[in-house]
C-alpha cells in the first residue's frame, strides 16, 4: 500500500539545503487523518529514516548544509505518526526511502526560487553554471516567442524537460524545445537538474540531461501572492555610450524605473472523502513591459563595422534612411526635400538598427493548473493533471525597407517618372524619353516604423494514471496528451511585388504622378512611393506596401506508459554482503508526436521583403514504442572500507515509426568507505533521434552571421585564385559590397534520411561530510556527441571552399550577379541538416554548503555552486579538424562560454522573528572572441576593442519578513551595483542583442523586486 497516503497538513517540516536549495525530506508528520500502518517492509526503516536520508542523499550528488530542525529531527526517532514516503529521483525510476542517484543532481528548491527574485523560470536556470543561453525573452531578431534551457551548450533539443517526472510536449512549430513559459515559477516545488545522458531512463533527447520540475501538488488552504518588479538603471557612460555621442545619436538619461513586471498568483488546496483525496487549483497572470535598445546607453547605437585600434565605433546597415542606391555614378544617396543627390559614405550614412529593437520583449500570459489524487483502495490511487497557459509576445526589430531591391528588367527605372529629378536622371544615365535605367536600392522604410512579430502560443497538457502496489511490485500507469497552438502575425513589413508596382510611377492624363499598374489596370489599388526625395512618401504609399503576413500551427504530443518496480530482497535476492535486495524497474511507452506549420501566400513566396527568404509551411509526425529496465545492485554494507557499494544498471530500446531504432544504456557505481565519504561514477550511452522540424522542414532561404566575406572588399583577405573557387569573377574581385549587418543568406531545411545521435557521457564524483553541518562536492564530467544534426555552418563551408578548393564545398556556394553572398536572394550557401561531427565538453562542478547556529544571533547558511570548464570541442564534419570554444564567443563559436562561473549565498536567519537577509555572489569569467584564437578554424580579424567581454561579478541582496503565518513580505534586488554588461561590436547570431548577450549578463540594470505572500 502507500505509504503517506493522508497526508493533511504539514508541521515542523525538516529541510536540507541541496548545493543552496531547499528540499523536503522524506519525513512528515500529519494531522486530522491517522497515518495507515506501513507495511513491514517499510516499518523497520521509519526509526532511520532521517539519519539515512541525510547520508545518501549525497548519492544523488546534492550537497546540503543541515539546518537546526534537520539537526533536532536527527537527534530522535521517528514518532508514532511518522509515515515514510518511498521517493524517485531523477535520474532513476527506482522508488527508495532516500534521495539517491547515481549521478549528480542539483536542486532548486521553493525557497531558493523566492531568494532568487525571478518570477522567470529561464533566469533562474540560467544562473546555474550548468546552463548556457539559449532562446528567451531578451531575444528580439530570431525570437520564436518560447523560453528554453541549454545544459552543457549542447543544444535545448539535447535537453528534456519533464514535469512530476513526464515530458512536456514540444514548445512551438518553429522550436521544438519545451517551452519553460509553460511552467508557473510560483508552483514549483523544486527543479531537479541532472546533467550527462539519461535517454535510457527517460527516452530520446536526454542527451546533455533532464530537468525535472516538480510542482506543489498536494496543498491545503488558500494561498495569494503578488509580486511587482521593475529595472533601475543609471546610464554609466562607458565606449559605447561614447560612440553614440560621436555619431550625434540620442543617449538616454538615467532610468528610476522601466521595464515593469507584475503578477499575481491564487493557489487553492483540499482534502476531500474523509481525506481519501487532495485537489489543487492554481491561477496566475504575468505582465512584463517592452525595453527598447534606445533606452540603455550602450545600446545606443549598433556597434561594429567602423571600430578600430583605439576604440569602439557605431556601425549599422547599408539599408539605411534615405536610401542607397547602386546607380551607373557609383552609390548614391538623397540630399534633400528637392530631390538632389550626393554620394554615399557608409561611415556616415548606414542606419542605426539598434534603438528600436527590443531589448526585453513585452509578454502577457494566463496560466492555470491543477492536481488530483484519490485513494480507490489502499493499493489503487487514481490522480490527474492538468494545465494551461496562453502567453502574447511581441518581438519588435528594425524597420522593412528596399533590401537590395534589383530595379532592372520589368522593374527598370524609366525616364518617365515624374518623381525624378534632373539629378537623379543624370546619375542613372536617364537622357530621354523611353531610356530605362537599372539600379539596387537599399532604402530603410523608417515612416512605417520598427517590425513588429506578434506570436503567441496556447497549450493544454493533461495526465491522468492509476498506481498502487500489487503485492510486492508497485505499478503506474498513465495517459498524456499535451498540444501547443501557436499563431503570428508579422506586421510593418514591405511587399517585394508591391515594391516593384509603386516604383513605377508615370504620369496620367491630368498630369498626377500614379502607378502604371493603375494606368494599365493590372493593380489598381496600387500607390506611388516616392523615395527620390525627403519627406515625399505618404501614409497612403505605406498602407499599400505594409502587407502582414501570417502563421499558425500546433505541435502535439501523446504518451501511454506503465512502470514496474519491487524490491527482490522480498523474494529473496540479494547478496550475502548486504541485507538490502536488488531493485528493479520496468517499463514500456508509445509516444507520438506531430507538428504542423501554415504560413500564408507572403510567407510561403517570400513576398515579405525583410525576411531574407521564404518561409515554408512544415507538417509530419512519428511514433516510438519505448521498452527499458533499470536495477539497482547493493553488493556490500558495513563492510571494511566500504560503508556501502551499489551497481547500477539501465537499458531502453526504441523503435521508431521512421525505421530508426536505437539502444540506450548505463552503468554506475556508488562506494562509501566510510559514512562521511562516497565516491560515485556513472557512464551512460544515450540516444536524440530526429524532430520532426529536423526531418521534416521544407528547404528555403535564411541568414547567418558572419563576421566578413573574405572576397568583399576592396582588398580582400582572400586570394583571386581562393575567390574564384566561390564564383568570384576577376573582374568582381575587389569591387564586392560586403554586408555591412554582417548577414548572410544561407538554404536551410529538413532531411529525412538523419541518423539518430548518439552520446557517451561519464562522471566521476565525491562527495564530503567532514562535520554534521559542512559538505563538499567535486563531481568531473566528459560528454560527447557523435553525429550531430545540424546544417554544416555555412561559415565552414566558405573556408574551406576557399582553403582547399574541395568540390564537395564549392559546389554549395553560389553568389549573386554582384558577386554577394548577401544582396540578392539569388546568392547562398546550402546548409541543410545532416549527421555531421561531433561536439564534446570537459569538466568539473564543484558545490560546497555549511549551515552555522550562531546562538543568539541566530544562523547561517552557505552555499557554493560553481563549473570548471575545461574545454568544448567541436567538429564540423568528419576530418574537418577539431576547435576549442572554452573561454570563446562569437560567430563560430556562438554565446560565451566562461570557463569559470560560481554561485555563492549567505543567508542569515536573524534572532528577530521572522527576518531573513541573503546576499549572493555571481560571478562570470571573462571571455574572448573566437576570431582571436590560434586555430586555423577560428582565427580571423578582429579590432583591439572586441577582443574580449571582461568578467562580470553581480551582487544580489534579499530580504523577507514574516509578520506572522499568514503574512510575509519579501524585498531584494540582483545586480545591487548595477554593472552593465560587457559589449562588444561581434556578439553572435540570435543570442546577440543590443552589443551583448542579454541571455547571459544581466543587462538591464538593477532588478528591484517587491513580493507579498498571503496563506490561510
Known sequence: MYANVFIAKQEKMPFFYLHGNVIETSLRTTSKQEPRS??????????????????????????FAASAYAQDAQQAPAAEGQSLQRVEVTGSRIATANLESVSPVTVVGAKDIKLEGTRSVENLLNNLPQVFADQGGSISNGSSGTATVNLRNFGADRTLVLVNGRRLPAGSPRNTAADLNQIPAALIKRVEVLTGGASAIYGSDAVAGVVNFIMNDNFQGVQLETNYAFYNHQQNGGPAAEASRRRNFPVPDDKGAD?????????????????????VAFFGYKKEDALLQSERDFTACSLGGFSSAERLNCGGSGTSFPGRFFTDAGQRT???ASGNTRPYVGATDQYNFGPLNYFRRPSERFTFSSFSRYDISEQMRLYTEASFHDDSTVAQIAPSGLFGFDASGANAIRFENPFLSPAWKRDLGLTGPGDTADALIFRRNVEGGGRRDDQRHTSYRGVVGLKGDVGNWTYDAFLQAGKVLYSETYFNDFSNQRIGRALDVVSNAAGQPVCRSVVDGTDPNCVPYNIWALGKVTPEAL???????FQKGSTSQTVQGINLSTDLGEYGIKLPTTSRGVGIALGWEHRTEKLDLATDTAFETGDLAGQGGPTLGVAGQFSVRDYYAEARIPVLEKAPFAESLTLNGSFRRSDYSTGQKTDSYGVG????????????????????????????????????????????GTRPTATLAQCARTGVTAAQYGKIEDSPAQQYNQITGGNTNLAPEESDSYTLGLVLTPMRNL??????FDMKVNGVIDGLPASTTLTQCLQTGDPKFCALITRDRLGSLWALNSANIIATNQNLGMRSTKGIDLGANYGYKMGAWGGLDLSFIGTYLKEFKQEDFPGSGQYDCAGLHGTTCGTPLPTWRHKIRAVWATPWTGLELGLTWRHIKSVKLDATSDNDLLAGTFVKPDESLAARDYIDLVGQWAFNKHLTLRMGVNNALDKDPPVSGVVAATLGNGNTYPQVYDAMGRHIFLNLTAKF
Open 38 to 63: 506501513l507495511p513491514g517492509k517499510f516499518a523497520m526503516m521509519v526509526e532511520t529514516v532521517i539519519s539515512r536520508s541525510v547520508r545518501l542523499m549525497f548519492a544523488g550528488g546534492m550537497a
Open 259 to 279: 521595464g515593469k513586471i507584475k503578477d499575481a498568483n491564487l493557489l487553492l488546496g483540499g482534502n476531500f472523502a474523509d481525506g481519501r483525496g487532495n485537489a
Open 334 to 336: 538623397v540630399a534633400d
Open 543 to 549: 498602407k499599400y506596401l505594409q502587407t502582414p503576413g
Open 669 to 712: 557505481a556508488e562506494w562509501s568507505p566510510v559514512s562521511a565519504a562516497k565516491v560515485r561514477f556513472s557512464y551512460q550511452r544515450a540516444a536524440r533521434a530526429a524532430n520532426v522540424v529536423e526531418l521534416f522542414t521544407p528547404q528555403g532561404l535564411s541568414l547567418y552571421g558572419m563576421s566578413g566575406d573574405p572576397c568583399a
Open 775 to 780: 559538505s563538499l562536492t567535486i563531481d568531473a
